[in-house]
């Protein structure tokens, strides 16, 4: 069995090209991964959601372990199969749902007690069982147990709540074992405080990881401050490694990470976004049920080689969302998805032609002049 490794192919300023190597197939960064909280991205055929350009999903031990159970997704299998996805998967430790979903929680050095938000009963997540379920199933890269820091955190709040995380995070490794082929990932926290996440990245950096996350972002703090933290954040990490932004973001989002060296995202946006009626493009968001798309035949993107974003005009997209049709929400989630990963293969094409930074000028000159009405 081939063995998980990261290669550096270019890098233009701080932006990088890479590659991901796994015994599933190889991940291209920058990467975006739609996210299958369970086990499914929604609206979407796995081979749809590849046929968008995707490498790689991601999937959600919180929401697994509570249905249909990570022992019984074993006994069937494991993910992949369960799902129909061949290729990669990355499952994030629930930590975040724990802290965002669930009623009553207790939080202990051991790890946190909480109520489900289904239907209320009491489960125990620490980080070993987070490993173990991460285990049963089968995921590619395995993320560790962390503390999701909440924002605003004083320097006392965010310090306790990053040490909390780096012992969880040694014994999440140590959870992991030996798993040829598989990879574990560590998250650095800190909150915005610079002299944190530099604690955080040498306690990361001496338990030892496949790959590094920047954690505690998108959590409310605004892009400029999330730039800000990027600005110093992701330099902490190792270079050879993969470097993973949590839960991000918008399209400008992610341009701007990229320029500060993050290789990896995911995000529910344009999957949510597509179910409410906005389309993501390269001239910025596009709201369909707004009255002016009634009578537009132009289509979404008619350079896009995705069907949904060439193929059906802005006209039968607004009248399936007026009617409530649930094709509205596919098409729209669809166009989302390969926008998503249009924009990220555009950008791993700028840094191997060394114009990563024309790029940039020239994305953000399409979302100032804006959606161009039909005439």
Not at 55 to 68: A, C, E, F, Q, W
Not at 170 to 197: N, V
Not at 249 to 276: E, N, Q, W, Y
Request: hydrophobic share 35%.
């Amino acid at each position: 069995m081939s063995l998980f490794s990261f290669s550096l192919k270019a890098q233009d300023g701080k932006a990088r090209r890479g590659e991901i190597l796994t015994p599933r197939g190889d991940i291209q960064t920058p990467a975006f991964m739609p996210v299958g909280t369970a086990a499914s991205v929604k609206g979407m055929l796995p081979e749809q959601v590849r046929s968008t350009g995707a490498d790689i999903i991601l999937g959600n031990t919180y929401h697994l372990m509570l249905r249909p159970g990570a022992e019984e997704m074993a006994a069937m299998g494991g993910l992949h199969q369960f799902m129909r996805w061949e290729r990669p998967i990355l499952t994030d430790s629930g930590g975040y749902q724990v802290m965002s979903l669930t009623k009553l929680r207790k939080m202990s050095e051991e790890g946190v007690t909480f109520q489900s938000h289904i239907d209320g009963s009491k489960h125990r997540l620490t980080p070993e069982r987070s490993m173990e379920i991460q285990r049963l199933l089968g995921s590619d890269i395995q993320m560790v147990l962390d503390e999701c820091t909440p924002y605003p955190a004083t320097h006392d709040e965010a310090r306790l709540s990053m040490e909390q995380s780096m012992r969880w995070a040694a014994r999440s490794k140590e959870a992991f074992g030996s798993q040829p082929g598989h990879a574990c990932f560590g998250i650095q926290q800190g909150s915005t405080f610079e002299d944190l996440r530099q604690r955080s990245s040498e306690a990361l950096r001496e338990i030892g990881f496949d790959g590094y996350a920047v954690g505690g972002l998108a959590v409310g703090e605004g892009q400029g401050v999330m730039f800000q933290v990027l600005g110093f954040a992701v330099d902490m990490l190792p270079e050879d490694h993969p470097r993973y932004l949590m839960g991000v973001g918008k399209p400008d989002d992610l341009v701007g990470a990229v320029a500060r060296g993050i290789d990896m995202f995911d995000c529910v946006l344009p999957t949510r976004s597509g179910r409410h009626g906005q389309a993501f493009t390269r001239r910025g968001t596009v709201n369909l049920r707004n009255a002016r798309h009634a009578h537009d035949m132009r289509p979404l993107d008619e350079e896009s080689p995705c069907p949904a974003s060439s193929q059906f005009s802005r006209a039968y997209l607004h009248h399936l969302f007026k009617s409530g049709e649930l094709l509205g929400q596919i098409l729209l989630t669809w166009h989302n998805l390969a926008y998503y990963q249009e924009l990220m293969k555009a950008m791993r094409e700028a840094i191997e032609a060394g114009c990563f930074e024309a790029f940039c000028d020239d994305f953000h000159k399409l979302r100032a002049e804006g959606d161009i009405p039909a005439l």
